[in-house]
């Protein structure tokens, strides 16, 4: 029996949910869910899913490369706007009810489809093809294996480079640079490169100031690999630490090696992010940490399922999720640890290989 694609497979379970939520079509304008559904890698497209045809829209600067990519989708190539295609095609012609990303279409958007469409009903849908994606096959977590050993690799070099007199912006360009030289599409965000009094700010962007002896350094990125992301933290003390800045590095290692250990399918994201803040609130650190444990992992560096104090996501064995406690003092500075986790049926599997002790450069 012929073995069907990744994208046929994907449409099908995309498809049974559009029909189950009474959809006649579904208009897929958010171009990594493009990507999930026909391969196609492009910045201008959409999609349109039906309930016998799958069909990409691009224009003609991408008629080749569409070509290349896209096996399980019909093809059209535009000769004006991708919404008016869709009207000469006759798309919608027998469909009456169409789903649209909601958070993914433009006002703009919405009203030049009305106008074109003026008899049909357009339903605003969410999660449609995330909950489908949130669960990775096997070529997908192969594409995230290798995004995350990219960044490891980086992160290596960069323990090479690192030194009191470096910029904060040198050492973000050092990551940039190294990701494309080990093959990266890209960078996964903009590198977060914290140091000293600024490691207390969670997201700081890289900025000129000056990395000095004795200061913690807060290292973020992650880079992009065939469509997919890693993301990667760690803090490395530059010089000879204090042993303030130790004992909040060993209470925030401990919190993330306790939220990994308990990590499996059917714990809720709530209670693993739970379980970690009662592990801070042990050094009294809890309150300093502002942001919730982690997300979930793969074409979007932010995806479902959440792990969080609000969250009523719960893990399935599939998804990829990052686990990533913080601690952030202001006045003095912060510290930050973060791995990909795959999770398992009874436990969560780390892809990252970088170290995690305390690093002194």
């Known amino acids: 029996?012929?073995?069907?694609?990744?994208?046929?497979?994907?449409?099908?379970?995309?498809?049974?949910?559009?029909?189950?939520?009474?959809?006649?079509?579904?208009l897929v304008t958010s171009l990594p869910h493009v990507r999930y559904l026909s391969g196609f890698s492009g910045s201008h497209a959409v999609a349109v899913l039906t309930k016998d045809s799958l069909w990409l829209l691009t224009d003609g600067r991408y008629a080749d490369q569409v070509r290349d990519e896209v096996l399980s989708a019909k093809i059209l190539i535009a000769k004006g706007s991708l919404w008016g295609e869709i009207s000469r095609c006759g798309l919608f012609r027998h469909e009456r009810r169409i789903g649209v990303e909601a958070q993914h279409l433009s006002v703009a958007s919405m009203g030049s489809l009305k106008k074109l469409f003026p008899k049909k009903r357009f339903a605003l849908t969410s999660g449609l093809i995330e909950g489908v994606a949130t669960v990775k096959d096997d070529s997908e977590i192969e594409r995230i294996k290798r995004a995350v050993a990219i960044t490891d690799k980086v992160f290596k070099k960069l323990l090479t480079i690192l030194k009191p007199g470096l910029a904060e912006k040198e050492i973000a360009a050092e990551i940039?640079?190294?990701?494309?030289?080990?093959?990266?599409?890209?960078?996964?965000?903009?590198?977060?490169?914290?140091?000293?009094?600024?490691?207390?700010?969670?997201?700081?962007?890289?900025?000129?100031?000056?990395?000095?002896?004795?200061?913690?350094?807060?290292?973020?990125?992650?880079?992009?690999?065939?469509?997919?992301?890693?993301?990667?933290?760690?803090?490395?003390?530059?010089?000879?630490?204090?042993?303030?800045?130790?004992?909040?590095?060993?209470?925030?290692?401990?919190?993330?090696?306790?939220?990994?250990?308990?990590?499996?399918?059917?714990?809720?994201?709530?209670?693993?992010?739970?379980?970690?803040?009662?592990?801070?609130?042990?050094?009294?650190?809890?309150?300093?940490?502002?942001?919730?444990?982690?997300?979930?992992?793969?074409?979007?560096?932010?995806?479902?399922p959440r792990l969080s104090r609000l969250s009523n996501d719960v893990l399935v064995a599939g998804n990829v999720v990052t686990i990533e406690p913080g601690v952030y003092l202001p006045g003095f500075g912060g510290v930050r640890i973060e791995d990909d986790l795959l999770i398992h049926k009874d436990h969560g599997e780390v892809l990252n290989r970088s170290p995690k002790e305390l690093i002194v450069v």
């Open 176 to 304: 940039s640079y190294w990701h494309r030289k080990y093959g990266a599409d890209a960078d996964a965000f903009e590198p977060i490169v914290a140091s000293g009094l600024r490691g207390a700010f969670p997201h700081a962007r890289a900025s000129e100031k000056i990395v000095r002896k004795g200061e913690l350094v807060t290292l973020d990125f992650g880079c992009r690999f065939e469509g997919y992301h890693s993301d990667l933290t760690r803090t490395v003390a530059v010089g000879a630490p204090s042993r303030k800045a130790r004992g909040i590095y060993t209470a925030v290692l401990q919190a993330q090696e306790l939220a990994i250990g308990a990590a499996h399918a059917g714990m809720s994201g709530r209670a693993l992010d739970a379980l970690s803040r009662r592990s801070l609130r042990r050094g009294n650190l809890a309150k300093y940490f502002t942001h919730s444990l982690g997300h979930g992992l793969g074409l979007r560096v932010h995806e479902i």
């Open 1 to 26: 029996m012929l073995q069907r694609s990744p994208q046929a497979r994907r449409v099908e379970e995309v498809r049974h949910r559009v029909v189950r939520s009474r959809l006649d079509a579904f």
